[in-house]
């Protein structure tokens, strides 16, 4: 986050929260320099205190970059851990299912829209001559979008597949259906 959107996130923040902040919603490896300038704080050596400690904690996962220097990447694992934890604690069995055929319907609308079986046979039907080049930037918008809802669906299958036996787990709770209850990712 630059300094013309450090305002809105980071107040209240201290740097090393801000550090984390930054660091654990990388989508690449990056530099110490590129977080310490995204958090907004002058110290170089905040910066790499607080990506070391967040090393040592499983958060990101240190790398060696292409010039040679660590860059610091992100966790996808724990990432998708907390994402089907989270859609766990905020929704039901039942929403969790109506958000699978939400999903699947938008899929399905695709493919009568495209006249096609999948994403791959949508993929197949870029070359085809007779496509202008606006049709062709359309499909590839949806061939996009469809990937993230199959992401999104994985997900919530997931979600589903664990939402009892993550239920159980919280201490003093019977009812694993209860969606009030917050597991901690």
Do not use: C
């Not at 040592?56 to 992100?74: I, R």
Request: hydrophobic share 30%; proline share 3%; no cysteine.
């Amino acid at each position: 986050m630059t300094e013309r959107g450090i305002d809105s996130w980071a107040e209240g923040l201290s740097a090393r929260e801000r550090v984390r902040e930054i660091a654990t919603t990388l989508t690449r490896p990056r530099s110490v320099e590129w977080v310490r300038t995204e958090a907004g704080i002058s110290s170089w050596q905040t910066a790499k205190d607080e990506l070391e400690m967040l090393v040592e904690f499983g958060q990101v996962h240190a790398v060696e970059g292409d010039d040679g220097n660590t860059k610091y990447a992100p966790n996808y694992q724990l990432r998708y851990v907390k994402e089907v934890t989270e859609m766990i604690n905020e929704s039901t069995r039942e929403e969790l299912r109506e958000q699978i055929a939400d999903v699947q319907a938008e899929i399905d609308e695709w493919k009568a829209e495209f006249g096609v079986e999948s994403r791959t046979d949508l993929e197949s039907t870029l070359a085809d001559e007779e496509l202008s080049s606006e049709a062709i930037r359309d499909r590839n918008a949806v061939l996009r979008r469809w990937e993230k809802r199959e992401d999104d669906k994985r997900l919530l299958k997931h979600a589903l597949e664990l939402y009892d036996d993550a239920r159980s787990l919280r201490p003093g709770r019977d009812d694993p259906s209860d969606s009030t209850l917050s597991l901690s990712p």
